[in-house]
């Protein structure tokens, strides 16, 4: 799979995430769920990823982010790169208490932490070492 394949079907599959997180009937709150300061559209989705409005938003804009670096291979790593890095980030920040709700702003805690670490070693492996397909004829 090319580093453009990477990019749209990440990109297709947080789109999707982003907008399943909107369908009420799809989230559950727990009453073990850590307090945050948005509460909007707060839930677990399909009763596993803690999420919310702003985190919501944020997969939506990955997606389209992802769409978009379709259209070339230097877009499509650049794509993977950021990725990896935000979603190490994340991971990070998923672990440690009181960074794992990014300041009250978004959930980033519990089965979130996994899925963001498998997110950033996948999307490393296409940012840094795919390398852009050479077209039939052209050796």
């Given at each position: 799979?090319?580093?453009?394949m990477?990019?749209?079907?990440?990109?297709?599959?947080?789109?999707?995430?982003?907008?399943?997180?909107?369908?009420?009937a799809?989230?559950?709150?727990?009453?073990d769920?850590?307090?945050?300061?948005?509460t909007?559209?707060?839930?677990?989705?399909?009763g596993?990823f803690?999420?919310?409005?702003?985190?919501?938003?944020?997969h939506?804009?990955?997606?389209v982010?992802g769409?978009?670096?379709y259209r070339?291979?230097?877009?499509?790593?650049?794509?993977?790169?950021?990725l990896?890095v935000?979603?190490?980030?994340?991971?990070?920040?998923?672990?440690?208490?009181g960074?794992?709700?990014?300041?009250?702003?978004?959930p980033?805690?519990?089965h979130?932490v996994?899925l963001h670490?498998?997110?950033?070693?996948i999307?490393?492996?296409?940012?840094?070492?795919?390398?852009?397909?050479?077209p039939?004829g052209?050796?």
């Amino acid at each position: 799979m090319s580093a453009r394949m990477f990019a749209i079907v990440f990109g297709v599959i947080y789109l999707a995430v982003g907008l399943l997180g909107f369908v009420p009937a799809l989230r559950s709150l727990p009453a073990d769920a850590p307090p945050i300061t948005v509460t909007s559209g707060y839930g677990y989705l399909l009763g596993l990823f803690p999420i919310n409005l702003l985190h919501n938003l944020v997969h939506l804009a990955i997606g389209v982010w992802g769409l978009l670096a379709y259209r070339s291979f230097p877009a499509a790593r650049l794509y993977a790169r950021g990725l990896a890095v935000i979603y190490g980030v994340l991971t990070v920040f998923g672990l440690i208490p009181g960074l794992n709700t990014l300041f009250g702003l978004t959930p980033l805690f519990g089965h979130d932490v996994w899925l963001h670490a498998l997110t950033a070693i996948i999307a490393a492996w296409f940012g840094w070492k795919a390398v852009e397909p050479v077209p039939a004829g052209t050796r």
